[in-house]
């Protein structure tokens, strides 16, 4: 009888349905397929281990990606052979099938969850508040991107990872047994070669160390450096592969924020600070903002930073300085091998382990505290759908998109394919067509980006002369004159863009160069490079075919 009722008591049933709830809300990413980066690592694993499958590299030479701002082929090369090996075995498993690919998302996010959950626990808090804690952060703002978006694995890896690490040290700080520390760095390496953010493990590790600590007194007799040592090894590895065996180097603009200036370093060193509180309050950060604003307005990054600096005190003093300083500090460890690249949520999915703990914490000594918890859980739960709604309907669009390209190369043989106007989830259009093996254009052009999701004003085009073809932007913005756009050009500028060479069958280069040009002007070399190029805009949801002059041999009309 008493186990019956204990089967059925508020806490049991309190932890059922949050269980169901995060199921329920991370299911909603089903029904999402393939956009932007996913296209490149799809297509790179169909190929054999062998011929480069585990490379995990984004480059425009071989997709025929041709940017005007940016001459020089383009290439983002990454050392994660643990994330690439699981695009490989989904693309074995699931082949094209999207579904399949987040439900290896969800699979790996709900381990995560659950060492949240353990970890919780083994730094003393009660089991009830460590499942509230984990499942807030499973359906935290923190965990969208990486669950949400297919390419996001690289965070749910490299997290479920560096938890399960953490606790198998921690473990092993209680049992010192050598097994314990060997599956302890067996994980911080899966971390490392997950993603670099994986190098924290360590010093991440010994800071939920020293929280379990103020529970355990006794623990702090014990030595940690013998096993701080053996679990850095892992990343001391990873950067060695990477830097003196395949000579990677760091990542350049726009990936990262470089420092140029003392104001440039003030900014690096209050980041954390920004991100802290952007991680509690539940909100987003993307290259559109806010950082990108407050860095250009510091008048308002302070206020933002007085106006916070209360709440942060208030969890301080509820969760007391013994747990409040390592969290914090682990917080920023797990934050900092992502400090040189401009900030986004998607780098908040490990560093909000240790805030979440912290509310914990702070929670069950301050009932009112929990707020922060329900909080995640409300405005998760609503980012987790609305964005899953949102992905779903852009990545239907796409395959629409594509299989109306696709037929435009069958029927008229097309050698290249010139993008206008081109939403910034549309990027992976070429490894797309590549990956489903349906028929792909040599060369790909993207004319300009338009820094929405949908693009609403159109650019204006008009002929000028028998194959020049001339782009106005509508709107007071001109090109590369917001975020998203100056990330999709790698780093190129308009002033630094060429037109092309006499051997080029296209070039494009601005009517008026300048810092944000209005004007592009798109010139074919001769009739048989306009007669094999597929020209297209985006309006709206729309792909419109754009004929050339007469309107000959070239279908027209707008494709839903």
Not at 356 to 368: N, P
Not at 515 to 533: G, K, N, T, W, Y
């Amino acid at each position: 009888m008493h186990s019956a009722s204990a089967a059925f008591s508020p806490a049991s049933r309190s932890g059922a349905f949050l269980t169901f709830a995060l199921l329920a809300v991370l299911a909603t990413s089903l029904t999402s397929g393939f956009l932007m980066d996913d296209w490149f690592h799809l297509e790179r694993a169909g190929r054999p281990l062998t011929s480069g499958a585990l490379d995990f590299t984004l480059s425009t030479r071989e997709q025929g990606i041709r940017l005007w701002v940016h001459p020089a082929p383009v290439q983002v090369r990454f050392f994660r052979p643990v994330t690439s090996l699981s695009f490989w075995l989904d693309r074995r498993l699931w082949g094209e099938r999207a579904w399949g690919f987040h439900l290896t998302n969800i699979a790996v996010h709900l381990l995560a969850v659950w060492a949240l959950a353990a970890l919780a626990r083994a730094v003393g808090l009660s089991r009830p508040i460590a499942c509230f804690v984990a499942v807030a952060w499973g359906l935290s703002a923190a965990s969208v991107p990486a669950v949400q978006w297919i390419s996001g694995r690289t965070e749910i890896l490299c997290g479920a990872a560096s938890l399960g690490a953490t606790i198998a040290f921690l473990r092993w700080d209680r049992t010192r047994r050598w097994p314990d520390l060997a599956v302890s760095v067996l994980l911080a390496a899966a971390a490392a070669m997950s993603k670099e953010t994986g190098v924290a493990v360590a010093p991440f590790a010994w800071c939920l160390a020293q929280v379990r600590r103020v529970n355990d007194p006794r623990a702090a007799r014990r030595p940690l450096i013998g096993g701080l040592a053996a679990l850095a090894v892992p990343a001391a590895a990873a950067i060695m592969v990477r830097v003196l065996l395949l000579h990677l180097r760091a990542p350049e603009a726009p990936y990262s924020e470089p420092v140029r200036s003392v104001g440039d370093a003030a900014w690096l060193a209050l980041e954390p600070a920004w991100a802290l509180l952007a991680t509690l309050a539940s909100l987003p950060v993307s290259h559109l903002g806010p950082f990108a604003f407050l860095r250009t307005h510091p008048a308002l990054a302070a206020s933002v930073l007085v106006m916070g600096a209360p709440f942060v005190v208030a969890l301080f003093r509820s969760a007391g300085a013994g747990a409040s300083v390592p969290l914090l500090a682990a917080f920023v460890v797990a934050l900092a091998p992502s400090l040189p690249v401009v900030m986004t949520t998607l780098y908040f999915y490990l560093p909000a382990t240790a805030l979440v703990i912290w509310i914990g914490i702070a929670s069950e000594k301050r009932a009112r505290q929990r707020a922060w918890l329900v909080l995640w859980l409300a405005v998760g739960t609503l980012a987790h759908v609305s964005i899953a709604a949102l992905t779903t309907l852009a990545s239907r669009q796409e395959l629409e998109h594509l299989e109306h390209l696709e037929g435009l190369i069958a029927r008229r043989h097309y050698a290249r394919l010139i993008v206008i106007d081109a939403p910034f989830w549309t990027y992976g259009m070429p490894a797309a067509m590549r990956a489903r093996g349906h028929g792909a254009f040599e060369e790909t052009r993207f004319v300009n980006f338009q820094p929405s999701a949908w693009p609403r004003s159109p650019s204006s085009l008009d002929w000028s002369g028998a194959r020049s073809l001339r782009v106005r932007l509508r709107t007071r913005e001109g090109l590369l004159d917001s975020p998203i756009e100056r990330f999709l050009a790698f780093g190129g500028t308009a002033q630094g863009a060429q037109g092309g060479t006499a051997d080029d069958p296209v070039s494009v280069e601005a009517e008026a160069p300048g810092i944000h040009p209005h004007e592009l002007i798109v010139r074919f070399r001769d009739d048989e490079a306009l007669r094999r190029s597929c020209i297209v805009r985006f309006i709206g949801s729309g792909l419109d075919s754009v004929p050339p002059p007469g309107g000959q041999n070239r279908p027209q009309g707008p494709v839903p």
